[in-house]
């Protein structure tokens, strides 16, 4: 009898491995299969019998950009100044039986629901109610531009309402959560929408226009394949997507924040044309604070028709005399100054034209004594004794007339009127000439630093937030030796002139009582009209450049004011000194306490809308300081920094209700602080001193009132 064949009995492993290997193969197969359809549609563009159109066969191969996440932009100690946010457009579908299931996805009681969007979305209720009524046989509705860019506290307002019917669209939106805050410097975006693809914002002016390959990063894309009726089939990511560079500036929150306050309080009392200011940091030409007016909230846009343009690098302006100082150092440095020498001051005659000073009664004087009291007739003068060839050699040197390449965009380079000698004169004296008040920073350098002038900038560093890669790190740029280093001392004392003789036109400025010797030079340009100087004091451009300290200059103050309809004190430099002051004495005390030290990865919470008990245990638990001003019943309506911005360590947090302010015990605080809520509760602030307060004339628990004059000491 033959042997039975015993059966081989398989092991879990190796049928495991069978069937492996056939659904691989199955696998394979239909893959091989579908990847010679997709070629064959590609290439016949044919399908069941039927020719596909060029929008069917982009339905069946197609690739999707993948967008990118916009850089941030910080300040010098990583605050945000523009960051991505989401926005939402409200519509309402009205049709009335459109469901899910028994749920009605339709505005159900329309008069309930304009009664609760109306005070979020600012309208009347009569006009949420009118869209909401539509004509029969409509589906859905808008609400015009109120319903459009709503933020995530209105979004969540209407969420919260439970209101059916109501829906949104999302769109990707840049937050600027300072609002008045450098405005021209920082910039604008606008989405881009082409139809096709995901919108994408793109910078239209500022710093977001000139960096925007930066701050945009590159798109990524992914290929999807889809049947002919839009069913996905595959998709893969074949391009990775690259995030915006981080942009970190050199503004400082502080002295930014507060140059704000000071320049919208002289803009409301004084109404000019145009000012500007800035403060910079005189030995890297680090630009610390700069702003203007007109200027706009870059979270409401309002104010940005008034103006559109940087006046820091677009509007050239004449200097008028703060100009002396360059024509100074071109005299002193070529030989051609003798400050013993006497002149008779008043008017000088040049051809058919005249010079004049504004001050016709000075008599003989000295050249020194003509720079400290600023008679343009001592630098005409001055200009026909260098000629002008020399003259214009060392305006080169300063690099007027030459765009001061600040990362800025549509920078203006200036102009001049140099041909016939009552036009070479006149520019020594900052008429005929126009220059950018960023020129001006950058010139005064050269003074600060002992004839080595340096580049201002505004961009400290550029860095990719995914690898922390350094894409671009500023360095002291040294551009030039404009003079000797004997030559810009003596510059510099000369200017200790004008704020210190008795007939200086910068005495004003002196910060001779907190014991600092600064060195300035005023000016007061006429303003051509109807081709035509005026003589109108009011009807000209003031201005002030600062070094501070004089022998060893740290900081460089510019500012100008361009035909205010009237004065603080009754003149110009009472005028801009209420800014120069309160932000100087900010920017020394910073300077000893080593505030570029300071450093925290803190997100400011939201407080507006909490309760003062919620507000206080919000800051408690996140390790905050906050000064609450107003009835404490009531609900948080402002901060003083706005939500998910970088928080400075010991930095205080102002937060504001309706209601009465009362006095705080301001002891130990800093004029920074100060200033701020006295700008917050419309206190008229003077001081005394510097570094931190030690008394006040308003007793702590007192009620305020608008336009209370507040009285402190510092030391």
Known sequence: MAKKRKKKVSSPINRSKRAGVVIFFTISLVLLLLSGHFVYVAATRNIKGRKLSETELRHFMRDQAIQPHRGNIFDASGQALAENTTTYNLYAIVKKGFRSGTKPLYVVNKQKTARILAPILGMKEADVLNHLQASPGTFQVEFGSAGDNLSIAQHDKIVAAKLPGLNFVSNAARFYPNGVFASQLIGLVANNNDGNQPSKMTGIMGLEQSLNRYLTGKAGIKTGQQTAGGVDLTSFTNKKVKNGDDVYLTLDYHLQFQLEHLMSNVFDKTKPQAMTAILANAKTGAILAATQRPTFNASTKAGLSKMWDNLLVQDPVEPGSTMKTFTLSAAIDSGHWNPNAIYKSGTLNIGNQKVFDFNRNMGNISYREGFARSSNVAFAKTEMAMGPSIWRDYLTRFNFLKATQTMLPNEAAGSMVFNEPIEQANTAFGQGIEVTPMQIVQALTAVANNGRMVRPYIVSKIVNPDSKKTAYEHKVQHLSVVMRPTTAQQVRKDMIDVVNLPDGTARIYSLAQQGIQIAAKTG????????????????????????????????????????????????????????????????????????????????????????????????????????????????????????????????????????????????????????????MAKLNLSYSGTGQLVSQNIKPGSNLTKGQKLEVNLQ
Do not use: C
């Open 524 to 679: 007061t340009a006429q303003i051509a009209i109807n081709g035509k100087y005026t003589n109108n004091y009011s009807a000209s451009t003031h201005s002030v450049e600062v070094l501070v300290p004089a022998d060893d200059p740290q900081f460089i103050f510019y500012m100008y004011l361009r035909q205010p309809k009237e004065f603080i004190g009754g003149f110009a430099d009472a005028t801009i000194n209420t800014v120069f002051h309160p932000l100087i004495l900010s920017a020394l005390n910073d300077a000893k306490t080593s505030v570029a030290g300071k450093n925290t990865n803190l997100l400011l919470p939201n407080f507006v809308g909490q309760t003062v008990d919620q507000a206080r245990q919000t800051a408690q638990s996140n390790s905050l300081t906050v000064v609450i001003a107003g009835d404490a019943d009531k609900k948080i309506s402002w901060q003083s920094v706005g939500p998910s911005a970088q928080v400075i360590t010991g930095q205080k947090i102002f937060l504001r209700t309706s209601g009465k302010i009362i006095m705080p015990d301001m002891k130990g605080w800093s004029i920074s602080d100060i200033s701020t809520f006295s700008s």
